[in-house]
């Protein structure tokens, strides 16, 4: 199975949205220019077990609900959004951090990591976009449930991968960022901002879309 065109196309596609910048992607990238490589790395690890949660739910056929019932999506996708909306207004309620404090904010790495597991298993797109994905490369004459949990446990780690290439390459600039005064000032509005930006797609986005 790992030799055949369906698991190498599997793994071409997989590749391609994994790099694809999405709401994801702009997540990890504002934690890790708050909250420093570290930080970066929780959000990654917080993210990739909401997205295998989700991967499960649709494995399990949970998602065929979403799909087919516009209230269970709504209440689900509302509720992601909210809770984006809130790490929002709970950034711009925290306090600057001091002139000669290493980094923003003072969030600790397990604060983060369920920060991002939660914004990521509350987006009802994600399961939407694995319910639609993997059977596209599944064969037929296998069992479905556990080759829908291996493709969605492969798409994972290779989003893990990529995500925390995303971290190291905004890492590295973010100490020179730091520096600066400005952005003591207006960090946690830049923070805030994208919360509300990525509350307010989660709330109006439609839900074909496989961009993480």
């Not at 269970?72 to 001091?98: D, S």
Request: proline residues 5%; aromatic residues 12%.
């Amino acid at each position: 199975m790992f030799t055949s065109p369906h698991f190498v196309g599997f793994l071409a596609t997989s590749l391609v949205l994994a790099i694809t910048p999405g709401p994801g992607v702009v997540y990890i990238v504002t934690q890790t220019l708050s909250q420093g490589r570290k930080g970066g790395l929780a959000s990654v690890g917080g993210i990739a077990l909401g997205n295998l949660g989700n991967a499960t739910v649709a494995s399990l056929g949970l998602a065929a609900v979403f799909a087919v019932s516009s209230a269970a999506f709504t209440v689900a996708k509302l509720a992601g959004a909210a809770y984006l909306i809130f790490l929002g207004i709970r950034a711009l309620r925290t306090k600057a951090a001091v002139e000669d404090a290493p980094c923003l904010s003072r969030k600790s790495p397990g604060r983060l990591f369920r920060d991002g597991s939660l914004v990521a298993f509350l987006n009802p797109k994600t399961a939407l976009f694995f319910a639609a994905l993997l059977p596209q490369f599944m064969d037929v004459s296998a069992p479905p449930l556990w080759q829908s949990f291996l493709f969605g446990f492969v798409f994972v780690s290779i989003a893990l991968c990529t995500d925390t290439v995303y971290v190291l390459m905004a890492s590295g600039v973010a100490s020179g960022i730091r520096r600066r005064s400005e952005w003591r000032r207006f960090g946690k509005y830049l923070s805030a901002a994208s919360f509300f930006g990525l509350g307010v797609y989660a709330a109006f986005a439609c839900p074909r879309t496989g961009q993480r």
